[in-house]
């Protein structure tokens, strides 16, 4: 296990890829499966990304509507799981989930309905992430 842990199956087209610390250069089962080496690059990769994208954070207005749009999730390992909607990629935790999954069951959030305090910043915090993920919108 030494080689996995020391990200020795790291595909050579990863290194300088400013996402490794998020994606790890991908599935090394989906080479294996393939028969090719562990250290082949994943299919779904075209080119390492040089610089990170700045993300522009939408402002919250606390009377919208945001519902959330299909998605899917696998889990990785414990906590760890792979949203995935319309092609979106979001590697999220359980409460993530939780929280996603609360918002269709309502069928809508709306920040001002929650109480004010940390569990309305943290709820603002992610509905911004989640806004420019694309896994939410404005109803």
């Known amino acids: 296990m030494k080689p996995w842990r020391e990200h020795g199956y790291i595909p050579h087209e990863c290194n300088d890829c400013s ?32 610089t990170k994208k700045s993300i522009k954070v939408p402002g919250l207005n606390p009377n919208d509507e945001y519902i959330s749009v299909p998605f899917k999730y696998r889990k990785e390992r414990e906590n760890q799981y792979t949203l995935n909607s319309k092609s979106k990629l979001l590697f999220a935790n359980k409460g993530t989930i939780d929280f996603l999954e609360a918002i269709q069951k309502k069928g809508y959030l709306k920040i001002s309905e929650i109480p004010e305090g940390r569990l309305r910043e943290k709820a603002s915090e992610l509905t911004k992430i989640l806004l420019n993920k694309k896994f939410l919108k404005i109803r």
Not at 22 to 44: H, I, M, S, V
């Open 19 to 50: 996402e490794l610390s998020e994606c790890k250069g991908g599935c090394r089962f989906a080479a294996y499966e393939e028969g090719q080496p562990l250290d082949t690059k994943d299919y779904r990769m075209t080119k390492a990304i040089k």
